[in-house]
């Protein structure tokens, strides 16, 4: 059974500084990776999605980085806002459904607050 | 546009009664889910649809019935509500139906049992 694990579960930080999130996963035969971001009271939004054969995807001040083998994936947001406040969650979708549908497994969040 | 959209968004009722949650997508997407989020925010995958055909089925109670009228649509009913099912239950959808894209979520249906 596939468990997602992450670390901090929380974390407060200055503006400005770069932060890394991170995701670990039990079972390394997994079809994707994706971070989500969940505003309170919010449904989540898709931040970045890693395919299994990918290593890392970049978008704007994020960073995700996938190590397939040793089941572990960073988030990295460089030059961290106020308005990055937010959870922040990892979830993996299992290779074994990769042609319908996707069991995403989630992680149970880390919770940052970017301070002004 | 709001991409995925549930109803109601807040629902208080009593414990007992029969209650349903509308999603509806407009996206395109030919595969939906539905995911609760309980108290400690932790979220679990309950059912998904591909095409109006149910492919993913957790270990939930048979009182909770999803039903797909078209793939646009992913409604669920739940019977006989319980204390325990006060939680946010989250609709979303994805394109193909596979594995490699990703998720579009709803804001949630917040549910409060009294």
């Known amino acids: 059974k596939q468990e997602v694990t992450q670390i901090p579960a929380a974390l407060s930080v200055p503006e400005g500084e770069n932060l890394v999130l991170n995701c670990s996963f039990t079972?390394?035969?997994?079809?994707?990776l994706q971070w989500f971001r969940q505003d309170p009271g919010k449904g989540l939004t898709s931040l970045l999605l890693?395919?299994?054969?990918?290593r890392e995807q970049t978008s704007g001040r994020l960073n995700a980085s996938l190590d397939k083998s040793s089941g572990r994936s960073t988030l990295y947001i460089a030059a961290s806002q106020p308005g990055d406040s937010a959870t922040y969650l990892c979830?993996?979708?299992?290779?074994?459904?990769?042609?319908?549908?996707?069991?995403?497994?989630f992680g149970e969040g880390t919770q940052l607050t970017v301070n002004p | 546009d709001t991409a995925v959209s549930q109803t109601p968004k807040y629902l208080v009722t009593q414990m007992g009664n029969d209650k349903s949650i509308k999603c509806e997508q407009n996206?395109?997407?030919?595969?939906m889910y539905w995911y609760k989020q309980d108290s400690k925010k932790f979220l679990k995958i309950m059912f998904s649809?591909?095409?109006?055909?149910?492919?993913i089925n957790e270990t939930v109670p048979n009182r909770f019935s999803p039903k797909s009228p078209d793939k646009a649509h992913l409604n669920l009913h739940i019977n006989s509500l319980e204390l325990g099912d006060s939680a946010v239950y989250f609709c979303?959808?994805?394109?193909?139906?596979?594995?490699?894209?990703?998720?579009?979520f709803g804001d949630g249906t917040r549910l409060s049992i009294l």
């Open positions: 890693i395919q299994s054969s990918q």
């Open positions: 079972d390394s035969a997994i079809y994707n």
């Open positions: 979303a959808s994805s394109q193909y139906g596979r594995g490699g894209q990703p998720q579009h």
């Open positions: 649809y591909n095409n109006k055909e149910l492919i």
């Open positions: 979830a993996v979708s299992p290779r074994a459904e990769e042609t319908s549908g996707s069991r995403l497994t």
């Open positions: 996206l395109g997407h030919d595969t």
